[in-house]
């Protein structure tokens, strides 16, 4: 069924590198071209550090749960770069400002011990404590990163900097810049999301069906507008009711109900 | 009488877990079919968790005293899952902010310990330390909280976390957000409130009916919208006087009067 | 004399509980039939604790110098429960706010070693070090204080909290409620002026009427409007002037006329 | 001349306490009978405080340079208390906040190793470090002494406390207050000005109504309003000028136009 | 080809100053007059230092990637001075403020080890951990850098300071100032852009037009305004992707539309 | 020739006292009578403390860059007293709050030794670490130096402050005051301008005729308004220039455009 689906397809990413593998859960589903295009635009970036420019940082920024992380981790896993590391809040609860700093420095200057790198540094805001509120955000950790994606590598070592975000602009008024940028859109059209559907196996073409007639109906909407990752959520939890096309229907619409705007 | 039931069902909350059981005073009383519908959605938060999202995070929100906790640690308790955990700020009076998220940390790190897990994090924004006035609150609290939210449980591993709140809007502004969400109401109607008073045990028919009365006469109001807690606190001290229904009738009409918007 | 009167009655404050008696100056005046309610509803509180809810906090909210320390120092002491404390700044002078804090939370360990405890916490916007410029306060006091006025207290232990506060409406900005509010007034009526003049016993019945209508010639007003802590300070100060009336009115009527408004 | 009689009135506020006299320089003109009602307000609080109340405290207040700290020094000298002490900020120059707090306090519990006390607590703001830009202030001492100046003393033990402001509105602002005031007013009138310069000696009397009638013509204005320091030091410079009268009317004439606004 | 040709030019960069020279990639292009022009200006510091002020400081400033740091590092390395030294934020990933400060102090004791020496403060902005959220910024190196500026040299010791900046605004607000200023502009007019496409060698001359065709297409605009470090970024990528020319034309469109004024 | 001239200079300054000698380059150039009037104004005030006011304090203020600390120094090197000291941020890079203030107060208790002393506080706000962004400051050094300021000296000890600043405004809002003032002026007009040239013995009469002449046709303005520090900077880099007084035009004109406020 659809959660074993899931769980069979883990060892893909992890097989590389099994520090990103661990957190990332799923596959990637091709719902739209745009997929294609974004890991395209990923070879490219990749082939530039492999052949020309010793150091470069592109940001993968789109809305909450449209797939950032995933993406930057299947980029980073298909370069086949000896270091490949992923730099994240997680790994750092209960850090001081300082220890995130070292922490961080240390990963690019292992880095610098391989060739040919790869540093997904996911989340950025959340690395940056950053919170809209004051705004407050770590400044000591902002600071750190723009100098380390402005240093020139060492003699003979190439880095590529896959960075992650959902608050482009955020960042921006941060003077937190990439070289390169990758957009990321969400779930939009009704097709993509009878592709995820369908792609999950958890419904059948009726039941399929009737659920995006009824979020249309609740919403008023032709457009979804939702994260690939709430899109999954929902559906897990939605297997568990005995009207799974009906709670599904009501999870979906209360998402598109609640869509935050993006930019 | 009232108070001695009160304190008999407590051993009912207590029995699965302790460390919960002592932080709830009496039952849950199904004044409104809408306290089946939040125990039920709590129901299916779990089986998600239990057969096939490792990590689910739910909030529990709503007006000040209309009941989350006690509704947050009986959706935990009848998991009958092997780790059951409240995380308050009461137990933690007097910690630095590195000691609150060491101790937050190491109770997610303990959930590991077991196959199956639920935490109960009560009351998020008084963990947060957060004060409208400023505003004001631990960045370093919230930040971990959000971190281990998002965190992939380790292998085989799986835990539902359900926090409360009566400050959803700020939470949404300070970008902690839960996967899923249940809303908790007021004692709204009339119907509602007689539904409590007679349950109490405490009221004759007819006092009952003077006190709901002298409560519309004095308001000139026929919605109640007042927590719980609030109602059950006002029965207790108005069992303390002569004229009980009378004291409860302007208990009540001043807390309706004092009724705070909540969205 | 009158002062003499006041050092008299000093110790019929200090019998059950010489930590409270210490600090207070004087005796209580009924000028009024609202400082028989305001008693009333103290013991109605203080039964509640003993036989029915085991924890409950009570605000004695008020204008400066209206009385409040006086009143709930009466009301824990007229409990005789057996322990009896009072939480005041005066005593935390070049504490730090952890210290502040431990100092708090001590006490309320303390407390339940008692079956049934009283818990005056003096002043609560001075124990926050509020000042309405930035504004600034401690919000590790603040915090402290709402976990602990939360927190169900050990099995077969029963706290009553008197908390006192000139700054109602700041508390409630600062997210700090109790469950139950006394309100104490001014003195409000030449009447009520009178009546403390008289049970002074050191103006001639002459010199009380002169000294009330010079106070309504300076100010226009027969409103009076001033604590009665105010009054009494300025009945002091008034005795060591050769023309003790005129003294007196000259005080009132500076006070009248800085009277700040109270919510 | 004016100088030496300066130097020689000198030992007069240094007889009954060093300690205060060390930081006063000259004696009191009584320009006005302002200043005996001054005086006479402080012996009302000595005696108010040495028979009836055992703890009162006084804000003595007005613009800058008009006098505050000597005519408190003289109030507290003249109260021939066993226990004189100044508490300024000049004698804790580079002391951390709690170490300010500490010693303030020290003071209080010396004093209160004697009978009957008085200490100065000279200029507020000053021992506050308050600047208006922020505005900034140092909390800790603040609260400590709004604490202490509440504080009942010691059993058998009286103390006046006179505090000196030239920020009257910004100390209620920051909710500290005295249960007394005394206002001490800039020299207003040109007679106010001629009894000075009179008293001092420097002027011939031609010399002297030559420099008023400049001053006149210059500002277009018959008020002075002006404090006693400033006008004392102006006397001083001009001594050195060989056109004393003209520099002397320059002077006044500059710190006029500079006038600032008290309230 | 392009690419081997910047690999090339580098060691003329290291040879004066190794130091300088690994943080520099690539040549000076002199796609405009006004490069040679800001070199002149660069050498007529040099000389003033070296025949008649001990101390000179130099603001570089420009927009974004104008190319600021390599035209002060080429003015530091043709000085020939025997000390040369960059100052950098890269440097400092992780010190304190404290550290950083007494870093940038010791660089300017080196430097007065000879008699003459040159100064490269790259990127003060940085160097400030300066934020436009807040604002923020490191004031303890801010006034350390406006005090080192400022002080004479020792005897016989002569030093040039060059620092640059993309924030002159900001740098004047926050009272930096150098004594002279040379401003760097961007790559404005296509006759510039052909210049450095040429000069890289990686166009053929139908493919530079047609790019620069494209590129004036999509913006509709002719003036380019983007910075020499974007446009050389953009062709090292472009030089990866088959259709050279059209993706070098897509990257410098987003350039031209996200263009940032510079003030 | 010029330069020379200004090297030959320097030992007047570092006769009496070496200390601010290594501080000021170059002589006092008499262009306009208000500098001796302000020489004047600096005798006055050495007078009064010689011989009447034991404690005084002055400050210098004016535009950046017109003289301020040269004339401030020329005035304590003129008293001849024993104890000449500047206190200066150049001195104290790196320095603590807290070590800034320790030094400030030891330099005081050292011209304490002295009978005579006076004190050059050199740069009040670069002292204060002030920035108009914020604004922020060092509350810490503005404290004590109101507080040094203000006390008075020991028996027999005599001391004059020159307080030197471009931000009176400022000042007066952060409190920080002195007993006098003395204003600086610009070089205002073209007589004072040539006078400054002629001085500096670097143009022939046509040269500086024809630079002024540019000058004005550049600016459209007769007036000059640029402090004497930045001419004689602009002579400096100008003598470096093959057209010494077209370049001096050109770096005359921009500061002249630069012009900024001063109050
Ligand atoms: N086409 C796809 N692109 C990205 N993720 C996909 C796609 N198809 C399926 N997925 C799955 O969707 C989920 C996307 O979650 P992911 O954490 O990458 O989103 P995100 O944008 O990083 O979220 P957040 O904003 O919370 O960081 C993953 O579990 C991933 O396996
Ligand atoms: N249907 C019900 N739902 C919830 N609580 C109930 C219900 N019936 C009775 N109760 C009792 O009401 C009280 C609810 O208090 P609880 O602390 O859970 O409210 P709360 O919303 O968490 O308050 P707060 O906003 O202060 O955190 C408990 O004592 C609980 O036993
Ligand atoms: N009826 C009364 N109620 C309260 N206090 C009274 C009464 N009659 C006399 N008093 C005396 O008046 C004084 C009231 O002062 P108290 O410190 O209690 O006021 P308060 O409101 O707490 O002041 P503050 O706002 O400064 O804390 C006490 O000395 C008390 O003995
Ligand atoms: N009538 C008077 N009242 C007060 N001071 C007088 C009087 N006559 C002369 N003096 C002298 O005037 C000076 C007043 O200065 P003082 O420091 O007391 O003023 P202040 O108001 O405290 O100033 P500041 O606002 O700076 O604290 C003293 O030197 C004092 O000797
Ligand atoms: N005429 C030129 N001027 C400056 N740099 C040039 C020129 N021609 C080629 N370059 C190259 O362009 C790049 C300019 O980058 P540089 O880091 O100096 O820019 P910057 O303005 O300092 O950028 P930033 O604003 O990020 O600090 C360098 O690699 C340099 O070798
Ligand atoms: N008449 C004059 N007055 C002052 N300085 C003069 C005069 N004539 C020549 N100079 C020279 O001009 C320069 C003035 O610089 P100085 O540092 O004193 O100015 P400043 O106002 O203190 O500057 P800043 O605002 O930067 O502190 C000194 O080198 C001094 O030798
Ligand atoms: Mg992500
Ligand atoms: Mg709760
Ligand atoms: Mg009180
Ligand atoms: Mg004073
Ligand atoms: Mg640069
Ligand atoms: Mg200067």
């Not at 602009?169 to 993509?192: D, G, S, Y």
Request: proline share 4%; charged share 25%; hydrophobic share 40%.
């Amino acid at each position: 069924d659809f959660i074993d689906a899931l769980e069979e397809v883990k060892p893909l990413f992890g097989v590389a590198e099994e520090e990103l593998g661990k957190r990332i859960r799923g596959d990637i589903i091709y719902y739209s071209r745009y997929i294609n295009d974004i890991l395209e635009e990923g070879r490219l970036a990749i082939n530039t550090v492999r052949k020309s420019k010793p150091i470069l940082s592109v940001l993968v920024h789109g809305p909450p749960g449209s797939g950032k992380t995933a993406l930057a981790a299947k980029m980073a896993i298909d370069s086949a770069f000896p270091f490949i590391k992923l730099i994240s809040a997680e790994d750092m609860v209960g850090f001081t400002e300082m220890q995130k700093v070292q922490q961080i420095d240390k990963t690019f200057r292992d880095a610098y011990k391989s060739a040919l790198g790869v540093i997904v540094i996911d989340n950025i805001e959340l690395l940056l404590d950053w919170v809209p509120i004051g705004p407050r955000f770590s400044n000591g950790v902002l600071q750190a990163l723009i100098a380390l994606l402005d240093k020139q590598p060492p003699k003979d070592r190439r880095l590529l900097i896959l960075a992650t975000t959902s608050q482009r602009t955020v960042l921006e008024q941060l003077n937190f810049r990439c070289e390169e940028e990758i957009a990321v859109p969400n779930v939009n059209t009704q097709e993509e999301l009878a592709h995820v559907l369908r792609h999950s196996g958890a419904f059948s073409e009726e039941d399929q069906q009737r659920a995006i007639r009824e979020i249309q109906d609740t919403t008023g909407d032709t457009e979804v507008g939702v994260g690939i990752k709430r899109i999954l959520t929902g559906l897990e939890i939605s297997t568990q009711d005995q009207d799974m096309p009906g709670r599904f229907a009501r999870i979906m619409s209360r998402a598109i109900a609640a869509r935050t705007s993006f930019a």
